[in-house]
Each structure stands twice: as structure tokens, then as C-alpha cells.
Nanobody, 122 residues
Framework: QVQLVEVGGGLVQAGGSLRLSCAASGSISSIGAMGWYRQAPGKQRDLVAA???????NYADSVKGRFTISRDNAKKMVYLQMNSLKAEDTAVYYC????????????????WGQGTQVTVSS
């Protein structure tokens, strides 16, 4: 079994910063892409940022220049540094990882964390 655990959410004023961390553990052979998604009340879950195993990054237009995704492959962790936060960034943030539990698995499977609440007050 694979677990993803996020930490770092909270309440912050507009213009402030937060750093989210996500640790993967369990039966892991390899991790491919990792990413952060968010879901606001009444809305769908959307991609915020993603990073490949080689470090290539991809961001939603709404967070470009404000958020930075990074990862530590040795620690099986992914981070999201969020700066210049806006009220519209308020959401539950979910960590996602594409994981192979065995070296012979032809495909990776998506795993999700439980989510962490980020609230930005204006």
C-alpha cells in the first residue's frame, strides 16, 4: 500500500506565503510525476503544478510566477512553495503521485493524499 501525507496548510492573509509538503511512503518501487491539485467548494479538482521525475515542471496559468513546485526523490517528497497568495487560492490542496509498486509494473498508478486546507483571507 502507498500513502501520501500532506502537511503545511493553514490560514494566511492575502499576500502571504505557505509551503506545502507531501511525503510518499509504503510499497514503492519508483515514483514518476508528482503534483499538487486543489479543489474549492462547489468546483472541480484542478491541477496547480506538476513535476516529472527528471524535474520538468508545469503550472496552471493562475499560479505562474507565484508558486514553485519541487521534489526530493531520495526522500520521496514533493513541495509547493506558495507566495503572494490571493483569496482565490483558497481550497483544499491534494498531493498526487504516479507510483509503481513493483519494478515490473508496466504502468504507474495514481495515488492521492487526504488533502490539506489552505485559506487566504482578504
Amino acid at each position: 500500500q502507498v500513502q501520501l501525507v500532506e502537511v503545511g496548510g493553514g490560514l494566511v492573509q492575502a499576500g502571504g506565503s505557505l509551503r506545502l509538503s507531501c511525503a510518499a511512503s509504503g510499497s514503492i518501487s519508483s515514483i514518476g510525476a508528482m503534483g499538487w491539485y486543489r479543489q474549492a467548494p462547489g468546483k472541480q479538482r484542478d491541477l496547480v503544478a506538476a513535476i516529472s521525475s527528471g524535474g520538468t515542471t508545469n503550472y496552471a496559468d493562475s499560479v505562474k510566477g507565484r508558486f514553485t513546485i519541487s521534489r526530493d526523490n531520495a526522500k520521496k517528497m514533493v513541495y509547493l512553495q506558495m507566495n503572494s497568495l490571493k483569496a482565490e487560492d483558497t481550497a483544499v490542496y491534494y498531493c498526487n503521485a504516479a507510483v509503481r509498486t513493483n519494478a515490473w509494473d508496466p504502468y504507474a498508478r495514481d495515488y492521492w493524499g487526504q488533502g490539506t486546507q489552505v485559506t487566504v483571507s482578504s
